[in-house]
């Protein structure tokens, strides 16, 4: 079965600095998810990448999916305190029917 | 989280007891997912139900059942409930276009004693 390994598991950072979210996977991705959850509350979806080399940006929020498809990183410019929460990364396996498996998350603090 | 609703948000249980998760969706989509999130495991798939009438076994299903009801609703129940079911439970649909991308409920929240 594919595993994702997301690090770091936590990270504070001050408001202003960037920062880079990584996830590993131990399979080829098919297709590779970034969500966002404030605490308490339910995913919301960030960005896909499906493609080697890939590279999605939202607001201050870059993500790329490496050549071989195995490893992705989610990068935040000039970090706000909005920015706050956990991160996870979910992929899709081949023929999967789409059952996403998610990494542990990182928890990002911005401290203002 | 627009257009997917969980109810309850919130419930206490004793160990023994049955309850049922309600998943309700207005956007007309095929499949639909129950998650568990649990501090240091991430979320985990417990069910999914690729159509209407149809339900499958994810990664984490014993001590728990689900029922499509329609293309609309898609329930979790506990018939027993253990501690260790003690946990955030979120359902997902899954857009049919697109980047195929789920979206979350709310959650609920579950504590069994």
């Known amino acids: 079965s594919q595993e994702l390994e997301q690090s770091p598991q936590s990270l504070i950072v001050q408001e202003g600095k960037n920062l880079t979210i990584n996830c590993t996977s131990s399979?080829?991705?098919?297709?590779l998810y970034w969500y966002k959850q404030k605490y308490g509350e339910g995913l919301i979806f960030l960005m896909m990448?499906?493609?080697?080399?890939e590279e999605k940006s939202h607001e201050k929020i870059t993500a790329k999916l490496d050549e071989k498809k195995q490893q992705s990183s989610l990068h935040i410019t000039a970090s706000q305190p909005s920015h706050a929460g956990i991160y996870l990364c979910?992929?899709?396996?081949?023929?999967?029917?789409?059952?996403?498996?998610f990494g542990k998350g990182t928890l990002l603090t911005v401290n203002p | 989280n627009a257009g997917v609703t969980q109810t309850p948000k919130f419930q206490v249980l004793k160990t023994g007891q049955s309850m049922t998760l309600q998943c309700a969706q207005d956007?007309?989509?095929?499949?639909m997912y129950w998650y568990r999130q649990d501090p240091g495991m991430g979320l985990r798939l417990i069910y999914y139900?690729?159509?209407?009438?149809?339900?499958d076994k994810g990664e984490v299903p014993n001590g728990y059942n689900v029922s499509r009801l329609n293309k609309r609703e898609f329930s979790l129940r506990l018939e027993s409930a253990a501690p260790s079911q003690t946990s955030v439970y979120f359902c997902?649909?899954?857009?049919?276009?697109?980047?195929?991308?789920?979206?979350f409920g709310p959650g609920t929240r579950l504590t069994v004693l």
């Open positions: 979910g992929a899709v396996g081949g023929g999967s029917n789409y059952k996403l498996t």
């Open positions: 990448l499906q493609k080697g080399g």
């Open positions: 997902a649909i899954k857009r049919t276009s697109g980047h195929n991308e789920q979206f």
């Open positions: 139900s690729a159509s209407e009438g149809t339900t």
């Open positions: 956007m007309n989509h095929n499949s």
């Open positions: 399979k080829t991705l098919y297709g």
